[in-house]
């Protein structure tokens, strides 16, 4: 079955980096685009960036210059390198792909 698991979330200062990680099992990860959302409490889910299958990157404006969205089809994984993280970037993120989604990982930005 298809599973999208995330991880690397965590507690960073304003001004840092994570690196989130989406290990996908159960399709062929090489033949979808993949994405990240998140999720801020109260909010809507919002798009946060996106890879093509050739690797072609989408960055909504909030986040484009500070976060990099990648992927790795030796190792069926998709990342997303955020830097200069701000207190608005606190979220769930959430990997999606092929119409699944996974559990979500925690992001908080605060001093």
């Known amino acids: 079955q298809v599973q999208l698991v995330e991880s690397g979330g965590g507690l960073v200062q304003p001004g840092g980096s994570l690196r989130l990680s989406c290990a996908a099992s159960g399709f062929t990860f090489s033949r979808y685009d993949m994405s990240w959302y998140r999720q801020a409490p109260g909010k809507e889910r919002e798009l946060v960036a996106e890879?093509?299958?050739?690797?072609?990157?989408y960055y909504v404006a909030s986040v484009k210059g500070r976060f990099t969205i990648s992927r790795d089809s030796a190792k069926n994984t998709l990342y997303l390198q955020m830097d200069s993280l701000k207190p608005e970037d606190a979220a769930v993120y959430y990997c999606?792909?092929?119409?699944?989604w996974g559990q979500g990982t925690q992001v908080t930005v605060s001093s």
């Open positions: 999606s792909a092929a119409g699944y």
């Open positions: 890879v093509t299958r050739v690797g072609s990157p």
